[in-house]
């Protein structure tokens, strides 16, 4: 039944009566004179291998201090409320801190070595720092267009620009230029060994998790072929669109379809298109049936998961489970090169008020997941077999990054929460095969610093990066993601009106 429900978005695709992500009503109302980026000016190198990047989006805006407690004794001086007094005098403390003062209990600290918040996520971020699996960016600073919206400020993270109205998103604008330079990436290797022929040979390119998305919002002055969109999918790889099975029906429909071709067998010539959907739809039938049994886990026959059977656990819960899925098909189809996920089941992150009770354990639930990701990534190194049937051992083109709209304040506000404020963190983790080989952005680090800044004892306090630290703008993010597929000038696909030098990749100002 899994593959049923799928196959009805993604088989045939020219003559589904299913609308693909990017392309619902508020799509197609778009205007045409929606500025497009110049693709054509866009200069591509195909990567040694193709890349596959999974984009983890926080809705709501995280607070960066799961990511940073380094200025914290400065921050619990100026605030209105104590942290303190709300989460512990051992929010205050390091390690060697409390390993070094007798009077307090030597596992009584939650500031680990990083600067990270041990009980939100902060154990399981040094562990990942600590193995070379993740680095965080920590001034990811909107200083171009400061608005504190969520819709601007989400629609600049997915759309990778300050145009936000009408323009692309991020998964778009990559299969846009992926498009303009076919012939370069025609032959590039995938990571199981294999190469890519054309691109409308590729099987689930670009898949979202979270349903309708911006980073698939479709170009008007471009238009994208409908395999190149973005297709939706739940963390079970069901298709969220379907109108159920048929039942019973359904073998006597597929027989009186069969016959039905046969009798139109000498007309495929003229409608050879249609011809290839019924053709993709079995191929893609049996590789969904073997994606869905690669999530299915232990049964009486004694298969096993993919997470399973590299001897990797994950945590359980809806954000764990999506997490599972992605890497799943990430690792067993290396032809899917670009996916959008939420973090659902955790909770939103727009934390006004009771951040106390909430943001600490949602933070953990997140990092422990993304951990069992990683691990899973790298134990498949040992050996997968992918969907097309090859040996897959290269697992290090897998990018994971994590982000939201924006940052929050860090006074702690009088509902025992945080405002939006414009600083964040990115977390990233894997791709070392993928991402450049400068040492400053090496994997295991922990790159800029921020100082607090703004009025004390008021609601307006918030970090900025410190004198002569680096500072990205979110579409920075969008850049890296285009260079890791060879963009060598990234910066022209988040240029806009008003803003027409666009923005660098995050290694490049290191």
Do not use: C
Request: proline residues 4%; without cysteine; glycine residues 10%.
């Amino acid at each position: 039944m899994l593959r049923r429900h799928f196959l009805k978005l993604s088989s045939a695709l020219a003559a589904s009566p299913v609308i693909p992500v990017g392309l619902g009503v508020s799509a197609m109302a778009q205007k045409a004179h929606a500025a497009s980026p110049d693709y054509s000016a866009v200069n591509v190198t195909a990567p040694a291998v193709m890349p596959q990047v999974i984009n983890i989006f926080m809705y709501g805006g995280a607070s960066e201090l799961a990511g940073n407690l380094t200025n914290i004794t400065d921050i619990e001086l100026h605030s209105v409320n104590s942290y303190a007094g709300e989460f512990g005098t051992e929010i205050l403390r390091t390690e060697a801190e409390a390993l070094a003062d007798a009077g307090v209990d030597d596992d009584d600290w939650q500031i680990t070595a990083n600067g990270f918040w041990r009980n939100a996520g902060g154990a399981h971020m040094e562990d990942m720092i600590a193995a070379g699996d993740m680095s965080v960016y920590r001034t990811i600073y909107k200083q171009k267009s400061p608005t504190r919206s969520h819709r601007e400020s989400i629609f600049m993270s997915h759309k990778g620009t300050l145009d936000i109205e009408n323009s692309p998103g991020i998964g778009s604008r990559l299969a846009l230029m992926m498009m303009q330079n076919s012939d370069t990436y025609a032959g590039a290797n995938l990571a199981d060994g294999t190469t890519m022929g054309s691109l409308e040979e590729l099987t689930l390119p670009f898949v979202s998790f979270e349903g309708d998305t911006q980073t698939y919002a479709v170009d008007p002055n471009n238009p994208l072929p409908l395999y190149l969109r973005g297709l939706t999918m739940d963390n079970q790889f069901n298709n969220p669109y379907t109108r159920g099975s048929i039942g019973s029906s359904e073998d006597a429909i597929t027989s009186l379809l069969q016959q039905r071709l046969s009798l139109v067998e000498p007309s495929k010539a003229t409608y050879q298109k249609a011809w290839d959907g019924f053709d993709k739809r079995t191929e893609l039938e049996e590789k969904m049936t073997d994606l869905s049994d690669l999530l299915e886990g232990t049964d009486g026959n004694g298969n096993l998961s993919s997470a399973e059977a590299l001897g990797v656990t994950y945590p359980g819960g809806s954000f764990s489970n999506q997490i599972e899925a992605a890497v799943t098909l990430a690792l067993h189809n290396p032809q899917t090169l670009y996916m959008a996920v939420g973090t659902p089941g955790l909770g939103g992150w727009d934390d006004h008020n009771n951040g106390v009770d909430r943001y600490p354990g949602r933070m953990d639930d997140l990092m422990e997941a993304i951990k069992a990701g990683v691990a899973h990534i790298k134990a498949a190194e040992a050996g997968v077999t992918t969907i097309s049937g090859a040996n897959r051992t290269v697992t290090n083109n897998i990018v994971i990054n994590v982000f939201g709209d924006f940052g929050r304040l860090v006074n702690l506000n009088n509902s025992n929460g945080w405002d939006h404020a414009n600083n964040q963190n990115l977390y990233t983790f894997g791709g070392a095969g993928v991402r450049p080989t400068k040492e400053a952005a090496a994997l295991g680090s922990v790159v800029g610093a921020t100082v607090r800044a703004g009025t004390s004892k008021t609601n307006n306090q918030y970090t900025v990066p410190a004198e002569g630290s680096p500072t990205w703008e979110p579409m920075s993010i969008a850049s890296s993601i285009y260079g890791y597929f060879g963009a060598t000038n990234p910066q022209v696909m988040t240029a806009s009106e008003g803003d027409e030098e666009g923005d660098v990749r995050l290694e490049d100002k290191l």
